[in-house]
């Protein structure tokens, strides 16, 4: 199954028109699986309890654009995470060596926290990513509390992924199953 572990996000503050069809990620991914086995669903809700229990709540603040690969040949449009950047990076460093125990080998790259703001597929948003990275014009900061973390399974469709949360985890606290 496609998967992801993710923080939900609230919604955001209204969006120009102009932007609209770029709007941001409505999760943070913390950890994505191409394809996870089934029958590791159980071992992976139990390693994001066991890293979740070690982890409180913090609040993260959304803010900064950047691209991936590079700003000269943008793919992905990002904002960054500035407040709480360190204790997500401890969160999913938890949760990697957890996920290692059961098998699943961490991330060839380092975990770099971001929120996907759009994804570039032609010449106007490549023109658009461009104009916003090179005036460093996005969104205001956005501050959001963590308080969970969700396994996530993700459908491929026509009009785009299909998201279904499987089990959702408190930070600090229990499990509880979609």
């Known amino acids: 199954m496609r998967a992801f572990v993710a923080i939900d996000l609230p919604s955001a503050a209204p969006i120009p028109a102009r932007e609209r069809a770029r709007s941001p990620s409505d999760h943070l991914t913390l950890r994505f699986f191409a394809d996870l086995p ?8 139990d390693a994001l309890s066991e890293a979740a229990r070690e982890s409180t709540p913090f609040l993260i603040t959304i803010d900064g654009i950047g691209a991936f690969p590079s700003p000269r040949d943008p793919k992905v449009v990002w904002r960054g995470i500035t407040d709480g950047r360190d204790a997500l990076i401890d969160l999913v460093a938890g949760l990697d060596r957890r996920l290692s125990r ?24 490549r023109a658009f990513a461009r104009e916003v990275l090179a005036g460093g014009t996005g969104p205001g900061p956005l501050s959001v509390p963590v308080r969970t973390i969700a396994l996530k399974e993700s459908t491929l469709t026509r009009d785009g992924p299909l998201h279904r949360t499987i089990a959702s985890v408190e930070l600090g606290n229990h499990t509880e199953l979609a």
Do not use: N
């Open 38 to 45: 089934v029958e590791s669903v159980s071992a992976v809700i």
């Open 102 to 125: 059961i098998g699943l080998p961490s991330e060839a790259r380092p975990f770099v926290p971001h929120l996907t703001w759009f994804r570039v597929r032609s010449d106007a948003e």
